[in-house]
Structures are given as C-alpha cells and as structure tokens.
C-alpha cells in the first residue's frame, strides 16, 4: 500500500488529541472539555457513564459540570464515571449561589456527589446584571465561602461564567484574581455582534487567566444545522484553552473528536458571514430544556 494510500485511510480518530496550557494551572487541557449538561439527563446514567469513559479514551482530560444541571444528576454521574479514574483527568463545577452560607452548601454537596475531595476549578456560575455582581462582590458573599474552601484544599483553582452582561465579567475579573473565565466563544456570538473576543478575553489574557469557551454548537442548536464542523473551525482557531461541547452519544462524541483531531483550517471571513442566515433561523425557535442565552442579546446590545 502507498504512503498516500495509507493517509487516506487514516482515521484522525486514532491521533493524539491536541492540548493547550490551561491559563497560569499547568494543566496540560484537552482542546475539547466534555460539558455535563448532555449527560445529564438527556440519556440513561449508563449510557451517561459509557459517554464519559470514551471521552477519555479519546483524549479528553478535561470535564466541566454543575451543581444546578439537573438537580444534581450531571455532578452525581460524572462522580460515578471518574470513580477510580479520578488521576489524570481535570474537573469543573459551579456554585450558583451569592451568599456565604449558600454556597458552602452547594459546595459541599458538589463534593459529595462527585465523591471528590476537591474539583481542580469551581467556578462562580452565571454571572448576570448589576445587581448580581454587587452581590458577588459584597461582603460575607460566595467569594468568602471560595476562599475558605479553596484554602482547605477542596478548590484548587476559581474562575467565573457568564453568557450575558459582558461588561460585568470585565469589571469583576479586573477587581478579584480569578484564575479563569468560562464564556461564549462560537460563531453564534460573532453572529449577533455579541463577540467576547473584543475586549473580555484580551483582559483575562493580560491577567494570564485561561480562557474556556462555551456555545460552541449554540447550546445544542447546531443539530438543526447543516454540518457541525465550520462551528467547531471558527472556535476551535480562537485564542482559547479548550472549548467545552456537549454531547448524548458515543457517535456524536465520536465524530466531534474526529473533526477536531483532524486540525481544520479557519473559517474564513467570508466564510463567517455565509453561516449567518443559518444561526438566523436556528436561533428563531427553541426546543423544550433548551437554552436560548442569545434573547439577551437581541434586548441589550453589546457596550
């Protein structure tokens, strides 16, 4: 057989997945991080279970969950896969409370349903309006309860999300040390002039924080698209650590990892602007459990 003969059979699933420095933590981060909302309940635990040990199997160090995704069932599953398999691989949560006392709660139940000593990064989940970020920022708030827990050793590193009110999540990463943010990173936010790349990201490079990407496949509505691949090409040649996707099966899983194993070139600018009628039209409906994070935009432009 040809050395081009060989090369066309090839299968870029059997590649080594590609890393990237997670910001300042030194973790070597899978360029994908399997996201807990999928497996969560959108598919059997062992169906849910068998998700997550091919994502490693295939690479993926990297995994990201929370505590409201479906009343605990995505952090009780994750905890079930990685028993046993906790060495070598990397894993988020989320605390969505803004008091003190509420969120060591919600910690220590993340801990307790991960079976987990400690999570490598908990994020602050969902920063939202102004209010909100007062209340982050206040005293005797969740930024307390981080603290302590992270000076325990049950936090490794923190960090904060948000999909909405950009200007909020420059303010706070400027005025707390956080060691990462969690953002929209896909074509989707470029569509609706919404771009995180314009100014958050830049800041949080400036600070060394890592950067993770979120809404690649806008929130699931890239199943309703005619190929995934082009929004994993536009997010994928962003300066990011890892992109974290979804997925509700091995094959979906599957034919991500290939896409991305195969190292696919940028879109081009006027390749951008050709998908824009389809994020259109999949952004005008929404199905049940979905999440529709772009109606913000179409409210309150950027600033």
Known sequence: MTASAVQQNHDPLLDAMPTRPLGRTGWPASLLTLGGVKWDTHIPEADAIALIHRAIELGINTFDTAHDYSGGQSEI???????????????????????????????????????????DLMLVHGIDNDEDYQRIMGPNSVLKAVEE????????????????????????????????????????????????????????????????GMKVFGAGRVKHAASRE??????LNQPIDTAVIGSDSIAQLEETVRIVKSRPAPLSEDEQKALFPEIMRLTQQWGNGEFNWVQHYREHPAK
């Open 149 to 212: 827990y992270r000076k325990a050793g049950h936090i490794r590193f923190t960090g904060i999300s948000g999909h909405h009110w950009k200007h909020n999540i420059r303010r706070i990463i400027n005025e707390y040390p956080f060691d990462a943010i969690l953002v929209p990173v896909g074509l989707f936010n470029l569509a609706f002039a919404y771009s995180y790349f314009d100014d958050v990201i830049p800041q949080a490079r400036r600070r060394g924080m890592a950067v993770l």
């Open 77 to 119: 599953r994750l905890g079930k896969a990685l028993a046993g398999r906790r060495q070598g691989v990397w894993v988020n949560t989320k605390c969505s409370k803004r008091d003190y006392d509420g969120a060591r709660r919600q910690m220590d139940e993340s801990l307790k349903r991960l079976q987990m000593g400690h999570v």
């Open 230 to 235: 082009p929004f994993l090409r536009y997010s």
